[in-house]
C-alpha cells in the first residue's frame, strides 16, 4: 500500500478517486492506494492538477502512466467543478397602462414621492405604512435595499396625463427559485383613489408576475383593520387564505394582525378577465 500527503482547502471529507485510490483527511489528507495496481497520473488529473514531488525512492515512468514503488508526495491542487448555475436576477420592467405607467423608483423621486403622499396627508393612517416628511428617506432606502438583495422590485406610479408621480406600489418577496411573490406597499395620492388607478395598477402587476416572470403564487397581505383594501383584494378574484396573527409591529407600537390572500397560476386567467371587465366599465 502507499501513502500520498494530499493537501487540500477544499475537501473536507473522505471522498474515492476512480477505484485505485481514496482520499481521507481534511486540509492535509493521505491517498491511499486501495490495490496493487499502479497509479495512473493521466487518471489522477481527470478529476484534479497534480504534480509529483520529493520522490524518496525510484520512480518508473512511461506514456501516461506513473507507477510508484515506494512513497513518493503528490501535491493535488484539487479545483471544485464549476456548476452551471442560473443567474436569476430580478426584472426591472416599465409597466404601461392606459391611466397610469409603473416605472422603477430612483432615489431621484423623493421629492415627488412626497407630494404625493401630501394629498390626504397618507403618512397618518393607521393601517398601512405611508412616506411622510420625516420617513421618506428611510422608505426608499429600505425600498433600495430590497432591490440590492433582489427581493424587491419597486414602482412609482405615474400619471399618464400630466406625468406626476402619484403614489407607489411594488413585488417584494419576491423568491425567484420558487417563484412567487408578494404585491403590497400601495397606496395613492387621496385625490386619486376610487378612480381605477388601483385596479389598472393591479391588472399590469399581476399581468407582469404571471406572463413574464412566470410566477406560480401572488399574495397579498393587509391590516385585519383595513377593510377598504380586504374588499378590493376580494374584488379582484383573489382568496382569503387565512389570519397571520402579529404579522408585524406598526409604527404606533400596535401588534398587527394580518390577512393573508393569494392567486395561483391556474387562476390567473379568471382573474384577468375579470379584471378586463372592471377596467373597461
Given at each position: 500500500?502507499?501513502?500520498?500527503?494530499?493537501?487540500?482547502?477544499?475537501?473536507?471529507?473522505?471522498?474515492?478517486?476512480?477505484?485505485?485510490?481514496?482520499?481521507?483527511?481534511?486540509?492535509?489528507?493521505?491517498?491511499?492506494?486501495?490495490?496493487?495496481?499502479?497509479?495512473?497520473?493521466?487518471?489522477?488529473?481527470?478529476?484534479?492538477?497534480?504534480?509529483?514531488?520529493?520522490?524518496?525512492?525510484?520512480?518508473?515512468?512511461?506514456?501516461?502512466?506513473?507507477?510508484?514503488?515506494?512513497?513518493?508526495?503528490?501535491?493535488?491542487?484539487?479545483?471544485?467543478?464549476?456548476?452551471?448555475?442560473?443567474?436569476?436576477?430580478?426584472?426591472?420592467?416599465?409597466?404601461?397602462?392606459?391611466?397610469?405607467?409603473?416605472?422603477?423608483?430612483?432615489?431621484?423621486?423623493?421629492?415627488?414621492?412626497?407630494?404625493?403622499?401630501?394629498?390626504?396627508?397618507?403618512?397618518?393612517?393607521?393601517?398601512?405604512?405611508?412616506?411622510?416628511?420625516?420617513?421618506?428617506?428611510?422608505?426608499?432606502?429600505?425600498?433600495?435595499?430590497?432591490?440590492?438583495?433582489?427581493?424587491?422590485?419597486?414602482f412609482v406610479i405615474v400619471n399618464n396625463e400630466?406625468?406626476?408621480?402619484?403614489?407607489?406600489?411594488?413585488?417584494?418577496?419576491?423568491?425567484?427559485?420558487?417563484?412567487?411573490?408578494?404585491?403590497?406597499?400601495?397606496?395613492?395620492?387621496?385625490?386619486?383613489?376610487?378612480?381605477?388607478?388601483?385596479?389598472?395598477?393591479?391588472?399590469?402587476?399581476?399581468?407582469?408576475?404571471?406572463?413574464?416572470?412566470?410566477?406560480?403564487?401572488?399574495?397579498?397581505?393587509?391590516?385585519?383593520?383595513?377593510?377598504?383594501?380586504?374588499?378590493?383584494?376580494?374584488?379582484?378574484?383573489?382568496?382569503?387564505?387565512?389570519?397571520?396573527?402579529?404579522?408585524?409591529?406598526?409604527?404606533?407600537?400596535?401588534?398587527?394582525?394580518?390577512?393573508?390572500?393569494?392567486?395561483?397560476?391556474?387562476?390567473?386567467?379568471?382573474?384577468?378577465?375579470?379584471?378586463?371587465?372592471?377596467?373597461?366599465?
Amino acid at each position: 500500500m502507499f501513502n500520498f500527503i494530499v493537501k487540500s482547502r477544499i475537501l473536507k471529507s473522505p471522498i474515492i478517486l476512480k477505484r485505485n485510490f481514496s482520499i481521507i483527511g481534511g486540509e492535509k489528507m493521505i491517498l491511499r492506494q486501495d490495490s496493487n495496481s499502479p497509479i495512473n497520473n493521466r487518471n489522477i488529473n481527470n478529476q484534479f492538477s497534480s504534480n509529483i514531488i520529493n520522490n524518496t525512492t525510484t520512480t518508473t515512468t512511461t506514456t501516461n502512466t506513473t507507477t510508484a514503488t515506494h512513497k513518493p508526495e503528490i501535491l493535488l491542487n484539487i479545483q471544485p467543478q464549476q456548476q452551471q448555475t442560473q443567474q436569476l436576477q430580478l426584472p426591472s420592467p416599465t409597466l404601461i397602462g392606459k391611466l397610469v405607467t409603473l416605472r422603477k423608483m430612483k432615489i431621484e423621486d423623493r421629492d415627488d414621492i412626497l407630494k404625493a403622499s401630501t394629498d390626504g396627508e397618507l403618512w397618518n393612517l393607521k393601517v398601512t405604512i405611508v412616506p411622510g416628511p420625516t420617513t421618506v428617506d428611510k422608505y426608499i432606502d429600505i425600498a433600495m435595499g430590497g432591490v440590492s438583495n433582489g427581493t424587491v422590485v419597486p414602482f412609482v406610479i405615474v400619471n399618464n396625463e400630466n406625468g406626476k408621480i402619484i403614489g407607489s406600489t411594488r413585488f417584494w418577496k419576491v423568491d425567484m427559485v420558487n417563484r412567487k411573490l408578494e404585491i403590497g406597499h400601495t397606496w395613492l395620492s387621496k385625490s386619486i383613489q376610487r378612480s381605477g388607478v388601483n385596479t389598472e395598477c393591479k391588472y399590469l402587476l399581476l399581468k407582469f408576475a404571471f406572463e413574464e416572470m412566470n410566477a406560480i403564487r401572488v399574495q397579498f397581505t393587509t391590516d385585519e383593520l383595513n377593510e377598504t383594501s380586504q374588499k378590493a383584494i376580494l374584488r379582484i378574484g383573489a382568496m382569503k387564505e387565512g389570519i397571520i396573527r402579529h404579522e408585524r409591529i406598526m409604527p404606533d407600537g400596535r401588534k398587527r394582525n394580518s390577512i393573508r390572500y393569494s392567486i395561483i397560476d391556474s387562476e390567473w386567467e379568471q382573474v384577468k378577465l375579470k379584471l378586463s371587465n372592471m377596467m373597461n366599465k
